[in-house]
Nanobody, 123 residues
Framework: QVQLVESGGGLVQAGGSLKLSCAAS????????MGWFRQVPGKEREFVAS????????NYADSVKGRFTISRDNAKSTVYLQMNSLIPEDTAVYYC????????????????WGQGTQVTVSS
């Protein structure tokens, strides 16, 4: 299992950019495909993006396709989310997690969800 710490969130104006980081520790990071998820109060956590174990394959939610880019550095046990052209609807707490082939979180591969990082986009 891995432990996860997200960072890089903040307040940004619409049209701006942020880069999120998720540092993992514990089990071998490169064993896992990784994903980013986001959640707003009162709603379920939703899939944002995922990346394969060696970074060769990526997938995105339609709502972020063309604006967000997921990447990873296995040497640093870190996964990133570059967010460009941000819109107010991107406001949420962002989390990372190991993912299954269907892009759902893999709870057996992590101790628990990290604390997340808040992204707020003002109009």
């Amino acid at each position: 299992q891995v432990q996860l710490v997200e960072s890089g969130g903040g307040l940004v104006q619409a049209g701006g950019s942020l880069k999120l980081s998720c540092a993992a520790s514990g089990r071998t990071f490169s064993n896992y495909a990784m994903g980013w998820f986001r959640q707003v109060p009162g709603k379920e956590r939703e899939f944002v993006a995922s990346i394969g174990r060696i970074g060769a394959s990526t997938n995105y939610a339609d709502s972020v396709k063309g604006r967000f880019t997921i990447s990873r550095d296995n040497a640093k046990s870190t996964v990133y989310l570059q967010m460009n052209s941000l819109i107010p609807e991107d406001t949420a707490v962002y989390y990372c997690a190991p993912v299954r082939p269907d892009f759902t979180p893999n709870p057996h591969a992590m101790d628990s969800w990290g604390q997340g990082t808040q992204v707020t986009v003002s109009s």
